[in-house]
């Protein structure tokens, strides 16, 4: 069973920095495109960054400069760094991977989501 567990979410004045974390578990056979979303009260869950299988990293606009994306492959983990955070950067941050494993004598591929972890940036 593959489970990602975020971490690393708080409070935080503006123009402070937090660490996101993101840990697969589980029994894989790749983890391909990952990346984190976000979604504040009564808005559409918005990409953040993401790793894809090919090709480059990709940033939202309103959090390129600020904002980055990394993966430790021999750790199954994704994080995010931020930095001079600001009170629109509130919301829960979901990790997503697209992951490829092996059951039942056959291969699947399909995207996880993680159960979120709440950042909140004080203004």
């Known amino acids: 069973q593959v489970q990602l567990v975020e971490s690393g979410g708080g409070l935080v004045q503006a123009g402070g920095s937090l660490r996101l974390s993101c840990v697969v578990f589980?029994?894989?056979?790749?983890?391909?495109?990952m990346g984190w979303y976000r979604q504040a009260p009564g808005k559409q869950r918005e990409l953040v960054a993401d790793i894809p299988t090919y090709g480059g990293i990709s940033y939202a606009e309103s959090v390129k400069g600020r904002f980055t994306i990394s993966k430790d492959n021999g750790k199954n983990t994704l994080y995010l760094q931020m930095n001079s955070l600001k009170p629109e950067d509130t919301a829960v941050y979901y990790c997503?991977?697209?992951?490829?494993?092996?059951?039942?004598?056959?291969?699947?591929?399909?995207?996880?989501w993680g159960q979120g972890t709440q950042v909140t940036v004080s203004s």
């Open positions: 589980g029994s894989t056979v790749s983890i391909n495109a």
């Open positions: 997503n991977a697209d992951i490829t494993s092996y059951r039942g004598g056959s291969y699947s591929t399909r995207g996880y």
